[in-house]
């Protein structure tokens, strides 16, 4: 069984910036293509950016894109996302991701596709 824990949310102005780190336990992490979704109120979970077993690849959403960063560090079992200029429309829970490598043709940013979820943390930013 796969457990991931997110940590790093909070409350932040327009423009500033947050880093969420999603720890991992159960397997070795390498072996999972993982990513960030979120979910503001009222609306569906969306996809935020994904990130393969290696690193080597990353796809982000449109609206993150050049303003988020997606990292991992498999000896550590741990993943981040780096969130800059940050918008109030960012607000909502953020969940950590993980799926099997190879399970599914990259790139991945269908929640469809992801097996296992994290509890989420709140991300808020105010205008």
């Known amino acids: 069984q796969v457990q991931l824990v997110e940590s790093g949310g909070g409350l932040v102005q327009a423009g500033g910036s947050l880093r969420l780190s999603c720890a991992y336990s159960g397997r070795t992490l390498s072996r999972y293509d993982m990513g960030w979704f979120r979910q503001a109120p009222g609306k569906e979970r969306e996809f935020v950016a994904t990130i393969s077993w290696s690193g080597d690849h990353t796809y982000y959403a449109d609206s993150v894109k050049g303003r988020f960063t997606i990292s991992r560090d498999n000896p550590k079992n741990t993943m981040s996302l780096q969130m800059n200029s940050l918008k109030p429309e960012d607000t909502a829970v953020y969940y950590c991701?993980?799926?099997?490598?190879?399970?599914?043709?990259?790139?991945?940013?269908?929640?469809?596709?992801?097996?296992?979820w994290g509890q989420g943390t709140q991300v808020t930013v105010s205008s």
């Open positions: 991701a993980a799926v099997a490598a190879g399970r599914h043709t990259w790139p991945l940013f269908s929640v469809d596709e992801f097996d296992y």
